[in-house]
């Protein structure tokens, strides 16, 4: 079918129309099967048409499809935030609203800041992607191709270098960048946030630094700035927890959430401390869409299935598998386009450099094509496109993730 009716502005990685999914594994529209290690980037946790998520959704189809929780507030709202705020793994008592994405959720948190702080100017750091809305470009630290023709975006917005073992920033650098930016650049008491992914996505699967992460908290408090966490790729049990961030030893003041938080029906949230999330006045959050009863049945479904025990059960299986794979590439040397493995827990992502230690861009291209030809679909991130992000259901059969590292392995070994 034609795609002339189509904004030639949408890219798309993979020229196939896709027409049914199970699981991990896709079909397009002329029976192919695909092993889907994109997982709609990031949103299928849980996979394709998981049965619990389905039922719910055709349940609550047959009740009430739609209605404006700002107008009259309905059930599956009301259920939805409590449960998210039982879910979320905090000290404090969660407050929160739902959205239709997570740059949605983004642009909430915006407003709740300032409206909070009195202060306007936000923190974000190198090679972070926040959303593809107007305010959420600026914060992405990556101009090509999200700022590009775009104009004057809203600010002010300063941006930081990511720590990260994955990437070689240090933390002492990252502080060192910090201390320059409020010598020389913007006075601490006119910022509003920090906003953070706690493992990047675009950026390259990089995990944060630890020890940084600790470190901003503490300075966040010190001087009265709000600590925006994102968690719109890395949540919802792809580290291996219920959020990321629980590994950094922190708590967020805002959370984002989105992606596989309802199994693919769109939905997104911000939530966080409850003096913060009561800050606008009556009506100045909202949305006619947001929380549509339907997505809230998904989510309900979808927070069903994320025990603690299952979260971590499928993250350990899905990382071991992809750890294990990986070292014998390195050890049998399959590919000398083989660079580091980044992320955490299930959340891995695979770098492509050259000889000379440059990214590898040409090569992972020529690596999504020859693995989509043999059945696999792949996506790519980083800066220079040269990290492949493993995003497989957290569900996907080990059978199934044997035969797509299978694929993997054999499209590394023809890389010239």
Known sequence: ?????????????????????????????????????VGGIGVLNLGHCNPLIVDAIREQATKLTHYCFNAVPHGPYKQFMARLAEFIPVSYPVSGMLTNSGAEAAENALKIVRGHTGRTAVIAFDGGFHGRTLATLNLNGKVAPYKQKVGVLPGPVYHLPFPSKDNGVTTAE??????????????????????????????????????????LRRFCDEKGILLIIDEIQSGFGRSGQRFAF?????????????????????????????????TLPKGGLGGTYSGNPIACAAGLASLAQMTDANLSAWGEAQEQAIVSRYQQWVDN??????????????????????????????QLAALLEAARNKGLLLMPSGKARHIIRLLPPLTTELS???????????CLAELI
């Open 1 to 37: 079918m034609s795609t002339a009716a189509i904004s030639g502005s949408i890219s798309m990685v993979h020229p196939i129309t896709l027409d049914h999914g199970k699981n991990a594994e896709v079909w397009d529209e002329d029976g192919k099967r695909y092993i889907d290690f």
């Open 174 to 215: 990252a502080l060192k960048a910090m201390d320059r930016l409020f010598s020389v650049e913007i006075d601490v008491e006119e910022i509003a946030c920090f906003i953070i992914e706690p493992i990047q996505g675009e950026g390259g699967f990089l995990a944060l630094d630890v020890e940084f992460a600790q470190h």
């Open 246 to 278: 629980s590994r950094l030893g922190i708590e967020p003041d805002l959370l984002l959430m989105g992606k596989s938080i309802a199994g693919g029906v769109p939905l997104g949230a911000v939530a966080g401390r409850k003096e913060l999330m009561d």
């Open 333 to 362: 040397k399959v590919s000398p386009f083989l660079g580091r493995l980044t992320g955490v827990g299930a959340m891995r992502g695979i770098e492509f450099v050259t000889p000379e230690g440059k990214p590898a861009t040409a």
């Open 400 to 410: 199934v993730l044997n035969e797509g590292l299978d694929i993997f392995e054999s």
